[in-house]
């Protein structure tokens, strides 16, 4: 009984999913591409990452452009705030509809363009994906992520994507063209994002760091540690025991002065943040949207295998892998090459990550973290929200 039961819900599904395409399909037939308009979507609907900051250099010109940002009310009533000049409206809604199949340039990073639903894509629309990682680490394809609604959303977003943005000869030949988008042209520029970590001047840091501090009530005069793993696909937090006290305590001994320590979850286990102890060293930082701003005042990093330790890589400062179920994730998830490749020491347990931090060389790091930028065809040179912008504005005014 349970099987027919599951057998009509998973029809009903299916219908009811090509009804809606069909009717979506049917109402793009009345819409007309706006020429001035350009659509924002993110991953976790947050304004952050790479659209963020197309967004802010797009707004810096002044531009007579209507710039629409997808999100939901729980991430406004969360104290998200968006700048003036950009028009909210909710996913999944039908004015959001309206506005993405009427927007001349839709910029995504990710493929929140097609997930859940089927968008057609009209004759003179231009989709630019911008993509969340960079340079590895973990294995994102269809052979590789065990769930199946990303996969086909992204599918779908490969097929209708025109360009790339990517920082790096391995992103364009594994990440994109090894994956998703084939046939897509790339632009590689850099990622808008990273400019923040290569431009920020000692003052912009400082002015950055009270911000954020003044937020999260920490002393500023403290050096930062940050921890931001990823999530797992069984949404499990049993590979998250990092002892934070002993943590606290070897960073003070080996790069002096006092430490606190930021705890970032992924957005996709931001529930799972609950459960941190949060102390006069500990805070918990998950519902900081922005992590380029939290990367840019971070003086250590550790991760498990989330690709933002590729970015943290260009300000090379000291960064280490805390990955306690490495085998089990590589055959979960994978990797694109093996961990200890890359510049960042790598422990599979509390003792192991605490040797790591004591031993630490720094001109061996630096070295590392030079050759491998240069072995990944890595360029990022603080211009690339500038370059992306200008090439946006040419398809804009074609």
Not at 138 to 154: E, L, Q
Not at 235 to 246: A, T
Not at 277 to 282: K, L, R, S, T
Request: charged share 25%; with cysteine; hydrophobic share 35%.
């Amino acid at each position: 009984m349970n099987q027919i039961k599951q057998f009509y819900r998973k029809m009903y599904k299916q219908i009811a999913f090509y009804w809606v395409w069909f009717k979506r399909w049917r109402k793009s037939k009345h819409i007309k591409v706006n020429p001035r308009k350009i659509v924002f979507l993110t991953i976790n609907n947050m304004y952050t990452c790479n659209p963020k900051y197309i967004a802010e250099e797009l707004l810096k010109r002044n531009l007579d452009y209507e710039l629409v940002w997808m999100t939901t009310k729980k991430v406004i009533v969360d104290n998200h705030f968006f700048p003036k000049g950009i028009t909210l409206r909710f996913i999944n809604t039908p004015e959001a509809f309206i506005d993405i199949m009427s927007a001349k340039v839709i910029i995504d990073n990710g493929f929140k363009y097609q997930e859940g639903h089927y968008l057609p894509k009209l004759p003179g629309q231009i989709y630019i994906e911008t993509w969340h990682g960079s340079l590895g680490l973990k294995r994102f394809g269809a052979k590789y992520d065990s769930v199946k609604t990303r996969v086909k959303a992204a599918k779908r977003c490969g097929k209708l994507t025109d360009f790339c943005i990517s920082n790096s000869d391995f992103e364009t030949n594994l990440v994109y063209h090894g994956e998703f988008w084939p046939t897509a042209s790339v632009w590689k520029v850099g990622h808008p994002r990273n400019d923040i970590l290569i431009n920020a001047n000692s003052n912009e840091q400082k002015e950055l760091k009270q911000k954020i501090c003044e937020i999260y009530q920490i002393d500023e005069k403290k050096k930062i540690a940050l921890y931001a793993p990823t999530f797992r696909d069984d949404m499990s937090e049993g590979y998250y025991q990092i002892e934070l006290y002993l943590l606290q305590q070897t960073l003070k001994r080996r790069f002096s002065g006092e430490w606190h320590i930021m705890i970032r979850y992924h957005f996709i286990s931001r529930n799972l943040a609950v459960t941190i102890q949060e102390n006069d060293y500990v805070t918990n930082v998950t519902n900081y949207t922005d992590m380029q701003e939290l990367l840019a005042i971070t003086d250590v990093g550790i991760t498990d295998y989330s690709s933002w330790i590729c970015d943290f890589v260009l300000t090379k400062k000291p960064a280490f892998l805390f990955a306690t179920d490495i085998s089990a994730y590589e055959n979960e998830r994978g990797f694109y090459y093996p961990l200890k490749t890359t510049p960042f020491p790598l422990a599979t347990s509390n003792d192991e990550l605490m040797e790591n931090i004591l031993n630490f060389d720094e001109k061996s790091y630096v070295e590392k973290c030079d050759n491998f930028i240069a072995e990944k065809g890595c360029e990022e040179n603080g211009s690339a929200a500038f370059e992306t912008v200008n090439k946006i504005i040419q398809l804009m005014e074609q």
